[in-house]
């Protein structure tokens, strides 16, 4: 079975191309974390959404025009990474570019199941190429099944698009987390993440001089990808403690989902997050904060109402103040 859409965008071919092939571009309409390594024979990973991971190579390299890669799921033995072809076609047309995209190599229930996925993403894509921005994908805000993993990559789709929105005059400016700037609470967040996967055994590579979204991003993508491949049994060594993995992915929860807010509220924004995702957060807050971490790593408990939203509570059992209570 073979799955066959066109659709048309307003933007010249180049830069279809480069909405269908870089990391940064894709997280906005596609991904919520991708790896590419853009050459024939080169590889990529994208998690199109929590808890499910596309991987393949690329086969065919036309800047412009055309590519091809294999294309499979992460631990799906239906559809194994390399067990499918997806063919994107790129044709300059008055006002913009059609971008065809073939899928083939598919069973009857597979090809309904990807037409699905295809459809929803390529009107992401339209979106993004006609607005600007296409806005949050409603397939990322709860994962179901949920797990510290999925869990951890649907809060990396939070913090995301409010990193995404950060401007270079919002660097200095305070931040929920005391003592932080936005600019000093990046380069804390990047560390965190970093030496989780360090202790993953991966090197998390830094870029300062990137976007606050693909600095994060690219981090982020990198020690959850390691994460997948060792799984939460067992333990890891932090350097300063040897800790229950599972405890660790919860940390890595933390740092993205309450960090998150910390950014949104230090800039103004309004943070968008499915009560499904901040409850099951604020379960593996409950499980990791411990009293004695009061006074170091947390403040104090603060007050907020019992008809608070989840998220509210979460970042009040971390220690922070909510406004307006």
Known sequence: MTFNKTVFIPVD????????????????????AARVDLRVGGDYRWTVTPGHSAMGSFTEIEPGKRIV??????????LPPGASTVTVNLEAVEGGTTVQLIHEGLTEQQEAGH??????????????????????????????PIDELSSAEASLAVAQRVLRRLKDSDLGVATPCEDFTVDALLDHLFGSIASIGKALGVAVA???????????????????????????????????AELPA????????????????????????????????????????????????????????????????????????????????
């Open 69 to 78: 890669y294999t294309w499979g799921w992460e631990g799906d033995a239906g």
């Open 206 to 240: 830094d870029q300062p001089s990137a976007t606050p979204e693909a600095r994060i991003a690219d981090a982020a993508q990198t020690t959850l990808e390691a994460f997948r491949a060792r799984g939460t049994e067992g333990t890891l060594d932090m350097g300063f």
């Open 246 to 325: 599972t405890l660790v992915a919860n940390i890595l929860n933390l740092e993205l989902l309450v960090h998150a807010w910390d950014f949104a509220t230090a800039t103004g924004q309004e943070l968008s997050v499915s009560p499904v995702l901040s409850d099951y957060v604020l379960g593996l807050a409950r499980n990791t904060i411990s009293p004695q971490m009061r006074g170091k790593s947390f403040a104090a408990e603060t007050l907020v109402d019992e008809s608070a939203a989840s998220m509210e509570r979460l970042v009040a059992f971390t220690g922070r103040q909510v406004a307006g209570l």
């Open 13 to 32: 071919p180049d830069a279809a191309f480069a909405l269908i092939t870089e990391p940064e571009r894709l997280r906005r309409w596609k991904a919520v």
């Open 115 to 144: 037409a699905e996925g295809w459809n929803h993403f390529l009107e992401r894509l339209v979106l993004l190429a006609t607005n600007g921005d296409a806005g949050p994908d409603e397939w990322a805000a709860a994962p179901d």
